[in-house]
């Protein structure tokens, strides 16, 4: 089955420690992102990337951090800058950067110990 | 279950009813737009979507409508059904601009049998 795959789906945080949220993809797409959802928000940018080893700023990038070392991969690492990190992740893809519509995965839940 | 419901508008129908939902954007410049759909604890899923130069676009058991003078959307979905229950979101993108669309908040349908 094609498609995007995050783990975990629920992480906890400890003070002062970094996480790296996991997403993977199988459709071939050039370009990845990743938003932050919080209740009754819609969804906000935190970066993204058009290809591989590429990668830009999103709204509200401060106090997380992405790689693109492959295709299929674009982890993003919630460190401890990020003073408020509870919310609800979620990767995205698109075929290309000009393709509109984004295909989403199934998210992970992360929450502050 | 996933909060991401919490605050947000809601519409509450019952089953076999005619939802209609809408969505406001503020880019006169925006000549995309995009419906997707959230259920509990999972990632968006593409509904539909329509270009500016369209008024109206029906799906199975979807039609979009807009009203470009007022910057208006609405999503329609007939005979609903309890499996329609969700979060709704409007998306939109001007092309020239960001190739990333533009999130609004959603809108929160409950469907009772």
């Known amino acids: 089955d094609g498609g995007i795959t995050q783990s975990p789906k629920y992480l906890f945080r400890k003070e002062g420690q970094n996480v790296t949220l996991s997403c993977e993809q199988n459709?071939?797409?050039?370009?990845m992102y990743w938003y932050r959802q919080d209740p009754g928000q819609g969804l906000r940018l935190i970066y993204y990337?058009?290809?591989?080893?590429?990668?830009q700023k999103g709204d509200i990038a401060e106090g997380y951090s992405v790689s693109r070392e492959k295709k299929e991969s674009f982890p993003l690492t919630v460190t401890s800058a990020q003073k408020n990190p509870t919310a609800f992740y979620l990767c995205?893809?698109?075929?290309?950067?000009?393709?509109?519509?984004?295909?989403f995965g199934a998210g992970t839940r992360l929450s502050v110990l | 279950g996933e909060s991401v419901g919490l605050h947000l508008p809601t519409l509450s129908v019952q089953e076999g009813d005619n939802s209609i939902i809408n969505c406001a954007y503020s880019n006169s410049a925006s000549d995309y737009f995009i419906w997707y759909k959230q259920e509990s604890g999972k990632g968006p899923q593409f509904i539909i979507d329509i270009r500016s130069n369209m008024d109206k676009r029906q799906g199975q058991r979807v039609t979009v409508l807009l009203n470009k003078t007022v910057k208006h959307l609405s999503l329609q979905i007939a005979a609903t059904q309890p499996g329609d229950s969700a979060v709704y979101f409007c998306?939109?993108?001007?092309?020239?601009?960001?190739?990333?669309?533009?999130f609004g908040r959603g809108t929160s349908l409950i469907v009772h049998p």
């Open positions: 995205a893809s698109s075929m290309t950067r000009g393709e509109n519509i984004q295909y």
């Open positions: 990337s058009q290809i591989v080893n590429d990668f």
């Open positions: 459709l071939n797409h050039d370009a």
């Open positions: 998306a939109e993108k001007a092309s020239g601009g960001s190739y990333i669309p533009t």
